[in-house]
């Protein structure tokens, strides 16, 4: 293993879903023996397992939490439902604190029901980063917010491209709201080259938006609800390495999450997807 | 019924997926006795029924053709496939031509298998475009460049904005190259209303890049596939009115094509779809 190969492993970070087939234990001890160094957390799982508990286990295996996924769903109109979305994007906070990771990724919600008003939705994801922000600097927390692909537009994210989010994290010191650049919601835009340089600014880390860099690669057909169908590292459509270079001389040199949603891998040995995930980073990211 | 309503009604255009249960004779007579003066065709159907004896039928049932779906493919980096595919194209060309329409629809085509490189794809279209314009021109057609929703964008149409879309046109006299505004594929897109004044141009017809206006509503969950989920106007996120107003504000008085994949309306009476159109579009787009 060349020098350049294990830097870059030292940056691979797996995000739990990628095996969902494994508890948290699985998951410590497994990337503990595989070389892997991050991990990516899910509140879900986490709570379950007890936060403080989470937190020692993954330190205990000399693990990083690099994110922690997710808060957001920020586009209720419902004053109730606005509040309660506030305040469970706090414990998330809160949360990503305790794990030590700085960077809590935001899936900012769709449309309410019945609703076509997407300007709105949007602004609402602007009220809420305002007063989430400084609450989640004070814990040494980032938000992150996560452009997702437009085809989940309507139910799940009103923010679909780089240029969107960062037209809504620019309104917020960099310290308080940065965004994520993930490969899959992200490759088909001609314009995210440009965008993710201006994601870096002025390439010093403390300026830069780029909160976190996820990969996972476009397969097709997409599956019903188009959720679970993403594609492992080289399957797919996506110019991985591309993506690392931009983001790299944009000033990145952050963790790498490897995320990928797949009822196919899910089925499988953990350790046999762990590795073929650091076969296929190598091959086709390094 | 008012005369806005009358004025917005002729310019309806009915697209043959739209009720694809329907034969091309049972489409000309539900459109004349539901008082809709349009169709798009598509070339199978066209093909099947003799592409003569189809602008016959309808031009004796008194309907305009104003679109023919659809060329394209344009991306195959294989030379025998490349000039079949324009040899295809010029063949498009005539049978808009012979059934009068001055729209020939273009959906691009997606990356050839095992590519990963958008941007040569993406020049591809452009060579074809230079190659196609020209012939198609003389035969009194327009190339009408439809940027497809980003989910299409590594099986089906690498030109995924209106931007882009605009972007390519634009290397081309407005008369060989337009666009489509399908508000299916761009709802998403927080940059489409900028992107339809652009699109417009002077707003005088001759420079306007507008070339078709077509209708579908987003509807979730999608399917598997993705390829017929889309909704009966009125039935999902889309502001419908607000497009129309921007097309118009373009200088855009062209037909409107409600064009819908969906097995749910192929599977019911194509009077009461047609009907069900009507009704929904003058609600949601009148």
Not at 6 to 11: H, K, N, Q, T, W
């Amino acid at each position: 293993m060349s020098d350049g190969t294990a830097g870059l492993l030292d940056r691979l970070s797996l995000n739990q879903e990628t095996v969902r087939q494994w508890s948290l234990p699985e998951l410590a001890d497994g990337c503990a023996r595989a070389g892997v160094r991050g991990v990516g957390l899910w509140r879900a799982p986490v709570q379950e397992y007890g936060v403080a508990a989470a937190a020692r286990l993954v330190r205990d295996a000399g693990l990083r939490v690099t994110s922690l996924c997710r808060g957001g769903f920020f586009t209720a109109t419902d004053p109730a439902r606005r509040a309660a979305a506030l305040e469970d994007n706090r414990a998330a906070v809160d949360e990503a604190a305790a794990l030590g990771t700085t960077t809590l990724v935001l899936v900012s919600g769709g449309l309410p029901p019945g609703s076509r008003d997407l300007p709105g939705a949007r602004e609402r994801v602007a009220d809420a980063l305002a007063e989430l922000g400084p609450y989640a600097a004070e814990r040494g927390v980032r938000l992150a917010l996560e452009p997702l692909h437009p085809m989940y537009a309507a139910d799940r994210c009103v923010v679909s491209t780089l240029a969107q989010a960062l037209d809504l994290a620019e309104r917020f010191p960099a310290g308080q709201v940065g965004v994520v650049v993930d490969t899959y919601h992200l490759w088909w835009d001609d314009t995210v080259g440009t965008q993710i340089g201006r994601a870096g600014g002025t390439g010093e880390e403390a300026a830069s938006r780029i909160a976190a860099f996820q990969l996972a690669d476009w397969v097709t057909p997409l599956p019903e609800g188009a959720l679970l169908g993403r594609g492992q590292l080289g399957d797919g459509a996506v110019d991985l390495r591309w993506f690392r270079e931009r983001v790299e001389t944009a000033g990145y040199r952050g963790p790498i999450e490897v995320e990928i949603f797949n009822p196919a891998l899910w089925a499988r040995d953990g350790t046999d997807v762990l590795a073929e995930v650091v076969d296929r980073f190598l091959a086709h990211v390094g």
